[in-house]
């Protein structure tokens, strides 16, 4: 009787062990997704702000350009 028991009381603990590993593996694979997205979308923001300081730039250097030209025509 005490054997049965035992056995018993060793399965509900390789359960519950089981069912820890199974939840620790579960966070894991959370934060790891949870990281990574938050990784991609930086990235993505990082370039989406080069592309449109870089689009600023040249809109000014175009601007600036036509001011000059402006200039020069109404010299001549």
Same mark, same amino acid.
């Given at each position: 009787m005490q054997i049965k028991y035992m056995t018993l009381l060793m399965n509900w603990i390789n359960f519950g062990l089981i069912i820890l590993i199974i #939840?620790?593996?579960?966070?894991?694979? @959370?934060?790891? /997704? +949870?990281? @990574? +997205? @938050?990784? /991609?979308?930086?990235?993505?923001? +990082? @370039? /989406? #702000?080069?592309?449109?300081?870089s689009f600023l730039h040249d809109l000014s250097q175009l601007s600036a350009y036509q001011r000059a030209f402006h200039c020069g025509i109404i010299q001549f």
């Open positions: #939840i620790g593996v579960y966070k894991a694979m @959370l934060a790891f /997704i +949870s990281k @990574l +997205s @938050l990784f /991609i979308g930086n990235l993505f923001m +990082s @370039l /989406i #702000i080069f592309f449109y300081m």
